[in-house]
């Protein structure tokens, strides 16, 4: 009986610092079953092997920032039946999507000896806007649990069971007193995914958006509740402009404010 064949596993970077990645590498003893389920077939982080596509399942980390770019993920998605996009930079465009409000032009000529050399996109824009995308994973970096849960879905060829709520709950789970019930303290807990645990908010500071908005958040009310707080435009437009500055939500929600100063 000719054995079953492994799913293919690869793993891609664009413009991105490897974080998310990383995650996949921080699994340690969960890695083991990974590496059981799938054969990993493309992954330089971690292995200089190399086997061709196609591949059953392609992890894309990073934004698309150069027109080379955004040709490779052209080719990507061709050799891929499912392709995720994992962490804030291929989700939302990254922090280095803030350039999506200025003039890359300007930059570039501040910045280098010899602009005529760089070649770049006049934004950082996220997988999804390039190709179809079969989910996204978000976070600054990713929930390695989340990462996990995710591929054994598609492995199964089930939904991914991953939380749609706010930060708020996690906050409520752990036992953590709101930061700015009690506090005074801005948070972006109430419009932001869950996912990482509430980590800010148990050290008494407040959320700064890692994962991203959640599902029909209401930015305008949390800003209305900011400004009580004493909070000017300047500071909510630095608020909504952190690691998921270009998700529609935060970014029309930081452009309002910017209209006002």
């Not at 990713?142 to 879905?153: D, G, H, P, R, S």
Request: aromatic residues 8%; charged residues 25%; contains cysteine.
């Amino acid at each position: 009986m000719p054995r079953k064949r492994k799913p293919k596993l690869a793993v891609w970077k664009f413009a991105s610092c490897d974080g998310c990645q990383l995650s996949l590498l921080d699994c340690e003893d969960e890695l083991l079953a990974v590496a059981g389920a799938v054969e990993i077939a493309n992954f330089p982080e971690a292995s200089s092997a190399v086997m061709k596509g196609p591949y059953d399942l392609s992890l894309v980390e990073g934004s698309i920032t150069t027109p080379h770019d955004a040709e490779r993920i052209q080719e990507v998605r061709r050799l891929s039946k499912f392709l995720i996009t994992i962490g804030a930079c291929a989700t939302a465009g990254g922090i280095q999507a803030l350039r999506n409000f200025k003039d890359v032009k300007e930059f570039i000529s501040i910045v280098y000896a010899k602009p005529e050399y760089i070649s770049t996109l006049d934004k950082s824009s996220p997988i999804a806007e390039h190709v179809k995308v079969d989910f996204e994973l978000r976070g600054c970096p990713i929930n390695k649990y989340q990462l996990l849960e995710v591929i054994n879905a598609f492995l199964n060829g089930r939904k991914p069971n991953t939380p749609s709520y706010s930060v708020c709950v996690e906050c409520k789970r752990r036992g953590t007193v709101c930061v700015m019930v009690a506090h005074g303290t801005p948070c972006l807990g109430p419009v932001t995914q869950a996912g990482c645990g509430a980590i800010c908010p148990a050290y008494n500071r407040g959320c700064y958006g890692c994962f991203g908005p959640q599902e029909t958040s209401n930015t305008a009310s949390l800003s209305a509740w900011w400004r009580r707080l004493g909070v000017k435009d300047p500071d909510l437009v630095r608020a909504f402009r952190g690691f998921n500055a270009y998700a529609e939500p935060f970014r029309k929600e930081s452009e309002a404010h910017e209209q006002k100063q």
